[in-house]
T-cell receptor
Framework: EDQVTQSPEALRLQEGESSSLNCSYT??????LFWYRQDPGKGPEFLFT???AGEEKEKERLKATLTKKESFLHITAPKPEDSATYLC??????????????FGQGTILTVHP | DSGVTQTPKHLITATGQRVTLRCSPR?????VYWYQQSLDQGLQFLIQ???????AKGNILERFSAQQFPDLHSELNLSSLELGDSALYFC????????????FGSGTRLTVV
């Protein structure tokens, strides 16, 4: 069964204090690893898709990396507007649920000014 | 605005009742996905439709059903509602059966009293 575990559950940072969020996963065959940002009461907002180990993607202060067992979301010099819940999800390459995303529980990031 | 439209935004109803949630996908997207988000379960995949046909099914209760119409909008029907069905229900869309970043709507908050 596909599983996604995110840590930590919550992270508090000072503005400018860089850190990383972890996403550990188990899957029979990975089609893609997705990162989303979700603000309170809103739908998840797509950030990145990673397809194979060693791949990296960047967007502003965010950088996502992928290994065969984990993905990291690195946040460099965060600002208060980066405060949100960050969700990791995977898509399995096989089976009858090709389009299904399995989500982790998320990491709640709070950045203090 | 993500381009995925969900109505209504809020719904309050009594136990035992039936409700219908509506989703219009982003222009050009053929797949529609339904997810349920509760505090204790996180984002859970319910069902996927592609161009009018059911493609994948998650842990969707028998009391719940969905369909996708020829104009590609989708409806999620929830019947015999229970208190535990209170949650945020999200619709997402993508161009194909699977693929890159799924685009989520802003959700329907269902409260069963």
């Amino acid at each position: 069964e596909d599983q996604v575990t995110q840590s930590p559950e919550a992270l508090r940072l000072q503005e400018g204090e860089s850190s990383s969020l972890n996403c550990s996963y188990t899957v029979s065959g990975l089609r893609g690893l997705f990162w989303y940002r979700q603000d309170p009461g809103k739908g998840p907002e797509f950030l990145f898709t990673l397809y194979s180990a060693g791949e990296e993607k960047e967007k502003e202060r965010l950088k996502a990396t992928l290994t065969k067992k984990e993905s990291f979301l690195h946040i460099t010099a965060p600002k208060p507007e980066d405060s949100a819940t960050y969700l990791c999800a995977l898509a399995n390459a096989g089976g009858t649920s090709y389009g299904k995303l399995t989500f982790g529980q998320g990491t709640i990031l709070t950045v203090h000014p | 605005d993500s381009g995925v439209t969900q109505t209504p935004k809020h719904l309050i109803t009594a136990t035992g009742q039936r409700v219908t949630l509506r989703c219009s996908p982003r222009s050009g997207d053929l797949s529609v996905y339904w997810y349920q988000q509760s505090l204790d379960q996180g984002l859970q995949f319910l069902i996927q439709y592609y161009n009018g046909e059911e493609r994948a099914k998650g842990n969707i209760l028998e009391r719940f059903s969905a369909q996708q119409f020829p104009d590609l909008h989708s409806e999620l029907n929830l019947s015999s509602l229970e208190l535990g069905d209170s949650a945020l229900y999200f619709c997402a869309s993508s161009p194909g059966i699977g693929g890159g970043g799924y685009t989520f709507g802003s959700g329907t908050r269902l409260t069963v009293v």
